[in-house]
């Protein structure tokens, strides 16, 4: 269904363009539901720390959990304007929070749960768009063509964890 809307908040919304977009930047489903989901979770926090749902932690408080859980191989991937910590795994690289690997199993079956039987014409949606861009201009204006599309909700604290409309028909139109 082309113009079909979902009733969905934006956490999902974003893990699963994030993938996409990882996906067309070359990595594979299972790295790139990873990076998707720590993507989402980092502008949660973000955002949970702008509204003063979360509150910000002493400097040395913070670099004295990051030296602790800092595995030695952990480096940075660029995705949608942000730094997501990765390692390499004998399963490939994965997304990590706090030290600790993302599994991909575990975001597919979160975004299984959040969009139901419209995951797959959400991401077709998605993958459409994504292909309609090279790789180079995509990871440029990844973030802002999210802007353009994520469900709407109310400013502020109203909107934390709200479900607004995902338009599919307006993602199918920003691909052409």
Do not use: C
Not at 8 to 35: C, H
Not at 88 to 117: C, H, M, W
Request: proline content about 4%; charged content about 35%; cysteine-free.
């Amino acid at each position: 269904m082309i113009n079909k809307k979902i009733k969905i908040n934006r956490a999902p919304v974003l893990t699963l363009w994030a993938a996409i977009v990882a996906e067309r930047l070359g990595y594979d489903k299972k790295e790139s539901l990873t990076f998707g989901k720590a993507v989402a979770g980092l502008n949660a926090q973000s955002k949970g720390r702008h509204l003063g749902i979360y509150t910000e932690k002493a400097e040395e408080e913070k670099k004295k959990e990051e030296k602790k859980k800092e595995p030695a191989n952990l480096q940075f991937i660029e995705l949608l304007g942000r730094g997501v910590p990765a390692i390499k795994t004998s399963n490939g690289l994965r997304a990590a929070i706090k030290g600790e690997e993302i599994s991909p199993e575990s975001v597919q079956r979160y975004l299984e749960q959040k969009f139901g039987d419209d995951l797959d014409d959400a991401r077709a949606a998605m993958e459409a768009l994504a292909k309609a861009f090279t790789p180079k201009e995509l990871e440029v204006k990844a973030f802002a063509l999210y802007e353009k599309f994520r469900p709407g909700i109310p400013e502020g604290k109203k909107g934390w964890g709200v479900k607004g409309d995902l338009d599919l028909g307006t993602i199918r139109s920003l691909a052409k």
